[in-house]
């Protein structure tokens, strides 16, 4: 193989459950975002952008459409002669395999697809944030300061401080102290999930924390602090721009209604770091006359004839006359038939809502107080639901086609 | 329908479309929003299982060979067949216009001849449709014609005409864009099924007698030697050969039945794989009865009109009845109305630009207007 200066390791085998029905059947980097893209668009298409061309992508729950989507990483450009996107999931060899116990445990893993590239460097990422970010500064900072490694790390409202790994650093930026979720935060930088490790003392650290029964084998709770214990050199890496981790209902819808403010920090048109995804064959998006458009994003192959407030819509959904749409995420292919009003949902991909049904808004603020879970506010449609005409639905997560409608329905 | 090679030949158009084709073949002109006019008959042989398909590329062709690249857009990058260009034989030279120019051919016969697939499907580029290759194919053999040329009835503009009897056969071609024959006009789309076989023939045949025009040369001259019959196509299409069909297809386009069967119904129209996000509709838009591609940033008025990808309109701005191309910037106040932008045309500020009804004026590729009050 080539030898490569810095490759990346892509973790995007995490369940993201507190995303509740739309990773019921496909992995979180999987989840559709932004009108266009899926999450793991952001951090493969900051690799290219990057100049970074080798990727293991590490797999594990519901992979399918993720390793489908990913392929040769031919939508990113990063297929090619050398390096590549390659899928990693976990493995059986002559003594056996296991499943990934955590995100050490499976780049340990594969360490061997790490050597085959002989790198100085090893760049881990997580397949679940929303952000542009130049990998080639912090690699450039990771090498000026020699650090053995580096973390990119940005500020956070002291309030929410609690909720993330809290690095506490010296003048110089060298990290003293790492504090997972401390109840009184020393300071307000938190970790971003991106590393850089030398890769000999990766290799390193991997090893030992393996041999470690005691260790949940994650970077974060494990095999930093260990590093941190044992004096190695490790080197916060600050980071100004956009940056959101969409791992709940709430901070994923939140995200999403952030793209569509007029002065957005995540810049979708700007053409110099382009967010590459797959390329869909549907024709311009068609508005009908008489349809009603506002503040919002409709992607191709969308046919509106209703009304579409403060939403994303992903390409191919049909909005029926007099349907009203506001404050909502509708991804690909649904249809939504005549009368129906949607307010403040996530509707999954191929779902049809039957005529005149009413999916969020007051049916939802009413669980909502009953759960005392204001994340409750924002009601989640599965994919390839079949939603009844004249329903009204509150917060119900599955409705199955063929299936009983589950609970969470007000009935009226 | 892997026996069937796909053949896409080039017509001599400069000026056709007036500047639009200044710099582009017919098959690259911009079409519907996101395409280009060779989209369609692409897309239509790889939808039938057609993924060896050669196209005669002129020279000067530099937007459809960036268009098509290895033809990944529409799966025809393959190890075996998928897409291969041919160079055409005229150089830059405009000789005379042939219709179908079998000199492109005969120029690549080596290509013909090496190729194994025995039948052949020849298509232009100029024609907008989705049709099931396989329907006319089945049709092609069941009729055991020696060619099938695909025509549809209808009062539709077209190029060549067809006198056809009750049995399909053709008896007369009429050629000219306004020759339309008195008896029920059958307009051809210009495809034609035939063996390899028999093009090679013809093709050596017009090497000996120095003629090259499939239709004038060939098919006009040959109606009763050679079994030649119509296969009729009753969807929607339209023959882009003037500023005026060029304007009123994409006008079409506006109505949700033709969207449906053109985009809908059938396989997908594929196109070049772009990069850029839905666009984004601001809360000072209002958008009626238009179509409107990825990547466009809408804060003005736009009615009746195809907006292609990466148009910036600013508030304020109108926009009726127009076919704005890629990365148009329209800034506030501006009027516009039955015009045809290309590529990268800025309208400044305030500017109006309107065309006498029904002769849509085109405005130049990269052309700029920020003299306020400005009039077409």
């Known amino acids: 193989m080539q030898k490569k200066e810095c490759i990346a390791m892509l973790l995007a085998g995490g369940q993201g459950s507190r995303l509740r029905g739309l990773t019921r059947n496909i992995a979180k980097p999987a989840v559709p975002f932004g009108g266009q893209y899926r999450i793991i668009d952001f951090s493969l298409s900051n690799c290219a952008n990057s100049g970074i061309d080798t990727v293991g992508v590490l797999t594990q729950y519901k992979p399918q459409l993720l390793n489908k989507y990913i392929g040769m990483g031919v939508n990113w450009d990063l297929h090619g002669n050398g390096g590549g996107v390659t899928i990693l999931p976990p493995y059986v060899g002559d003594r056996g395999g296991c499943w990934y116990q955590g995100t050490a445990h499976s780049v340990y893993q594969n360490i061997d697809y790490i050597d085959s590239f002989e790198p100085e460097h090893v760049l881990i990422l997580s397949g679940d944030h929303i952000y542009k970010m130049n990998y080639e500064e912090m690699l450039v900072y990771h090498r000026r300061k020699d650090a053995d490694l580096t973390i990119s790390v940005i500020e956070v409202p002291w309030e929410e401080a609690g909720r993330f790994g809290i690095m506490n650093a010296d003048g110089d930026m060298r990290i003293t102290e790492f504090e997972e979720k401390p109840r009184k935060p020393k300071n307000n930088l938190a970790s971003m999930g991106i590393y850089i490790f030398k890769t000999e003392v990766l290799k390193t650290y991997l090893k030992k924390d393996a041999l470690d029964s005691t260790s949940n084998n994650d970077f974060g709770k494990n095999v930093i602090p260990r590093m941190l214990r044992e004096g190695c050199s490790i080197y916060a890496f600050p980071y100004q721009g956009y940056w959101r981790d969409v791992g709940t209902v709430e901070s994923y819808w939140l995200a999403s209604m952030e793209i569509l403010d007029d002065d957005a920090k995540l810049k979708m048109f700007d053409n110099d770091w382009c967010v590459y995804s797959e390329s869909t064959s549907f024709p311009p998006a068609y508005f009908a006359t008489g349809s009603y458009v506002k503040n919002s994003m409709v992607a191709e192959g969308c046919r509106i004839s209703g009304e579409i407030e403060n939403s994303l819509l992903f390409s191919g959904v049909k909005v029926e006359p007099g349907a009203r749409v506001k404050d909502s995420i509708i991804m690909a292919n649904v249809k939504i038939s005549a009368g129906v009003v949607i307010d403040k949902a996530i509707i999954g991909e191929e779902v049809t809502v039957g005529e005149g049904a009413v999916v969020g808004g007051e049916y939802s603020k009413e669980y909502a107080k009953v759960r005392g879970s204001r994340e409750h506010n924002i009601t989640v449609i599965e994919n390839n639901s079949d939603i009844a005409p004249y329903s009204h639905i509150g917060v119900l997560v599955m409705v199955k086609k063929d299936e009983e409608q589950l609970s969470g329905i007000s009935g009226v | 329908m892997k026996k069937v090679l796909g053949l896409v030949h080039q017509m001599k158009n400069e000026g056709l479309l007036k500047s639009i084709t200044h710099h582009r073949c017919m098959a690259a002109v911009p079409f519907g929003g996101k395409y280009r006019l060779v989209d369609f008959v692409l897309s239509n042989m790889v939808n039938a299982g057609i993924d060896n398909i050669g196209l005669v590329t002129p020279a000067g062709s530099r937007s459809i060979m960036d268009h098509l690249g290895g033809g990944r857009g529409w799966g025809l990058d393959k190890k075996h067949g998928g897409l291969v260009f041919l160079p055409s034989a005229n150089g830059r030279k405009t000789g005379r216009r042939r219709i179908v120019d079998l000199r492109d051919f005969y120029h690549n016969l080596d290509f013909l001849e090496n190729r194994e697939e025995e039948e052949l499907i020849i298509s232009g580029s100029n024609v907008v449709c989705n049709i099931d290759y396989h329907k006319v194919f089945q049709g092609h053999l069941d009729t055991g014609a020696d060619i099938t040329v695909v025509c549809s009835g209808g009062e539709k503009e077209g190029q060549v005409f067809l006198d056809a009897d009750e049995g399909g056969r053709i008896h007369r071609l009429i050629i000219g864009k306004n020759k339309k024959p008195d008896t029920q006009p059958v307009v051809s789309l210009d495809m034609y099924l035939l ?91 209002r958008v009626s009865n238009s179509l409107i591609a990825n990547g466009c940033q809408i804060a003005g008025v736009v009615e009746n009109s195809v907006v292609f990808r990466k148009v910036k309109i600013e508030e304020g701005a109108i926009v009726r009845n127009s076919i704005i191309m890629p990365k148009v910037k329209v800034q506030a106040e501006a009027y516009l109305d039955g015009v045809i932008l290309d590529k990268g045309v800025a309208v400044g500020k305030g500017v109006h630009l309107k065309a006498p009804k029904g002769q849509p004026v085109v405005v130049e590729r990269g052309a700029t207007y920020f003299q306020e009050g400005a009039f077409i």
Do not use: H
């Open chain 2, 195 to 285: 063996k390899k076989e028999l093009l090679v023939d013809i093709l050596r045949e017009c090497a000996d007698s120095n003629r090259w025009d499939l239709i004038r040369d060939v098919l006009a001259k040959r109606v009763e030697d050679l079994d030649i019959r119509a296969f009729f196509y009753d969807g929607y299409f339209a023959v882009i050969n003037s500023l005026a069909s060029y304007y009123r297809c994409q006008m079409e386009l506006l109505s949700p039945q033709v969207l449906q069967e053109l985009f809908f119904a059938n396989g997908p129209i594929c196109t070049k794989w772009k990069d850029g996000p839905p666009s984004k509709y601001y809360r000072t838009c």
